[in-house]
């Protein structure tokens, strides 16, 4: 984990930016993985900005997270489009085989599972997204296979 006075390193790097608040909170958030309560507190104290203000941006866009995720992260679609077309076999396969829920992390920390409303891409449904990857025509066992694809790279010295 990157030390936290490459905080102040980021919140310099905007000091000519008239509202620099969702810029820094990004880098933060690439950093260090996720914003948590001591890297949120040392963001308020660089910015001096209220830490209520702070937390109010932290956990209001999606992009931001206050919560530590896997390295991998799981998005789900359950849409019209990918309900019809057997989402719910899908989802309830990759909970099985991951031992979580959507809003859980895996023990080994490898995997984040999350619900997406639409990934955009309904012709190829079921989707899911692993990180900036699409994966569509999705069946119980497609999806498994990805997986553990996954969980080979994550588990992985190279």
């Known amino acids: 984990m990157p030390e936290i006075t490459i905080i102040d390193e980021i919140v310099e790097n905007y ?11 990004k880098d933060v958030q690439k950093e260090f993985g996720y914003l948590s309560d001591n890297v949120l507190t040392r963001v308020a104290k660089k910015t001096k900005i209220p830490l209520s203000d702070i937390y109010g941006v932290a956990t209001f866009y999606s992009l931001f997270t206050t919560k530590e995720k896997g390295k991998y992260i799981i ?42 409303s ?5 012709a190829v449904a079921p989707v899911m997204m692993v990180n900036d990857d699409v994966y569509g025509n999705l069946t119980p066992e497609k999806a498994v296979a990805i997986l553990k694809d996954y969980k080979l790279k994550g588990t992985s010295n190279v």
């Open 118 to 122: 639409c990934l955009g891409i309904c």
């Open 15 to 25: 000091n000519d930016v008239k509202t620099p608040l969702i810029y820094i909170l």
């Open 75 to 116: 998005r789900c679609c359950n849409n019209a489009p990918c309900h019809v077309n057997g989402s719910k076999e899908v989802l309830d396969k990759t909970k099985e085989y991951l031992g979580i829920d959507f809003g859980e992390t895996t023990k080994d920390k490898i995997f984040t599972l999350e619900f997406t």
